[in-house]
């Protein structure tokens, strides 16, 4: 008669990818996993807590997507510095009421997440959350790997780079909008609550940039545009103009103004898109628009000398940006 942790990890290995071999030579099964270190390559590793009531509204989540969440925005950490993901460790604490179908469910999401994006489980660990806090947390540790000296950082960018971000900007925070006013129970809103349920990554593409050493600097959009091309400012010494036509669809999507929300304050300063923020040499930036895959493509503005980000209104007038995106340490 095995242990209900044994069981527990019985049931997450069949559901997830974990099977040793390449560089896993060891994995689930022993006390650590054993990684090959691969030839001319750099590991890179990261890790990201999914909290409920935090992170995510179990009420309002659909458990697959709490599993793929979980995983994808840890594995973003790893896409966005141009590195191949490759191996994930799973910390999971859950109350008793949901390890029945709740737990399938999250697992099958998490697996869909690790098959998409070419991942493997190489171990982990599970417990009960207490009775005094049933709460889900999950905790995914991602590793990658580079060849060695092209991970790409956020201190690269110079002075005429073009600035780059994919897919559409506030469009997971759209999807949080909904969910606070109690609108996700509505069939008409679920392809707007997409982006925050199921975040898509594009590590093809970054590996892509960092191989043919097309960017100089790169990040995620975790918390908020405006809040992360001002990190990668200040972490490049630059400052940064953006022009507010490039990224604002001309006609605003009606169910914003319904729900009064302003298209550029979503697009600057909504958080969990998850996209890619990179910069290109000027005359580099003309081979980016024929990236392989089809991931859609914004060049929003150019990198300048000094420091601030300055916003140029559909209008014409310009503005000095302020990072208004997520703070985690400040109270909503
Ligand atoms: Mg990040």
Same mark, same amino acid.
């Given at each position: 008669m095995t242990n209900r942790e044994d069981r527990l990890i019985d049931r997450i290995r069949k559901k997830i =990818?974990?099977?040793?071999?390449g560089i896993l030579r060891a994995g689930i099964g022993d006390d650590a996993a054993v990684l090959r270190a691969p030839a001319s390559s750099e590991w890179l590793v990261t890790v990201d807590p999914f909290i409920e009531d935090?992170?995510?509204?179990a009420d309002a989540y659909p458990p697959d997507a709490v599993g793929w969440k979980a995983l994808v925005r840890a594995t973003s950490d790893i896409a966005a510095m141009g590195a191949m993901p490759q191996l994930f460790l799973l910390s999971l604490a859950i109350p008793?009421?949901?390890?029945?179908r709740w737990l399938d469910a999250m697992l099958a999401g998490m697996a869909r997440a690790a098959e998409r994006l070419g991942l493997r489980l190489a171990g982990g660990d599970t417990a009960q959350s207490s009775r005094k806090n049933p709460k889900v947390s999950i905790s995914v540790t991602v590793f990658g790997t580079v060849q060695r000296g092209r991970a790409l950082l956020r201190s690269g960018a110079r002075p005429g780079d073009a600035i780059f971000v994919t897919g559409r900007l506030g469009a997971a925070q759209l999807g949080l909008e909904l969910i606070l006013r109690g609108?996700?129970?509505?069939?008409?809103?679920k392809k707007q609550l997409a982006a925050q349920f199921y975040p898509q990554i594009f590590p093809g593409l970054a590996a892509w940039l960092a191989e043919h050493r097309l960017a100089t600097a790169m990040m995620d959009i975790s918390d908020g545009l405006s809040t992360d091309l001002d990190r990668l400012c200040r972490a490049s010494g630059v400052g940064a103009r953006i022009h507010a036509a490039t990224f604002l669809s001309a006609n605003v999507p009606r169910e914003l103004a319904r729900l009064r929300l302003d298209p550029l304050k979503l697009a600057l300063h909504g958080g969990e898109d998850y996209g890619l923020l990179f910069t290109v040499p000027k005359r580099l930036?003309?081979?980016? =628009?024929?990236? =392989?895959?089809d991931v859609p493509l914004t060049r929003i503005g150019k990198i300048v000398p000094g420091r601030g980000v300055r916003l140029v209104a559909v209008g014409g007038s310009s503005s000095l940006l302020v990072a208004r995106g997520w703070d985690h340490f400040s109270k909503r």
């Open positions: =990818p974990s099977a040793a071999g935090v992170h995510f509204l008793a009421k949901r390890t029945g609108l996700h129970r509505e069939r008409r809103w930036a003309s081979r980016i =628009p024929r990236a =392989p895959g």
